[in-house]
């Protein structure tokens, strides 16, 4: 009989929980993902401009594109003049600390790249940013 108690005691000691490493290894993961910063992309390639005094911006969380035919990208949609501004009061909604920036091309017109600017303010955002290239 003590020769069977003894292993079923050391059968119980070989056996490690791994209950709780998981469960820390699971908060890990989670924490990981939500503190993660994700890039955002406007949706095309754009040929920008090249500036001496490019400077990065780190908060750049609503991308526009605009391509050298004047179409308007916003998340990989092509978007209307008319509906920059909703799209961006949308999305200033749920990143209020995030800026704009216009990706455009070197041939696309001033008029659209003013257009989308003043939609930009009309939005309500202000810090409004022009992307180019460093040389």
């Not at 020769?3 to 000691?13: A, P, T």
Request: net charge negative; hydrophobic share 45%.
């Amino acid at each position: 009989m003590k020769q069977h108690f003894q292993n079923l005691v050391d059968e119980e000691e070989a056996n490690i929980d791994m209950t709780p490493m998981l469960d820390v290894v699971f908060i890990m993961l989670i924490f990981f993902i939500v503190t993660a910063s994700f890039v955002k992309e406007a949706g095309i390639d754009v040929n920008r401009p090249e500036a001496a005094t490019a400077v990065k911006k780190d908060r750049a969380n609503i991308l526009i594109a605009i391509s050298d035919k004047g179409e308007i990208w916003i998340n990989k949609r092509r978007i209307d003049v008319r509906a920059v501004q909703a799209n961006i009061e949308r999305l200033h909604a749920e990143n209020p600390q995030g800026t704009v920036v216009i990706q455009a091309d070197k041939k696309a017109t001033t008029e659209t790249l003013i257009k989308v600017m003043d939609a930009s303010r009309a939005a309500g955002v202000y810090d409004v940013s022009i992307a180019a290239q460093e040389q």
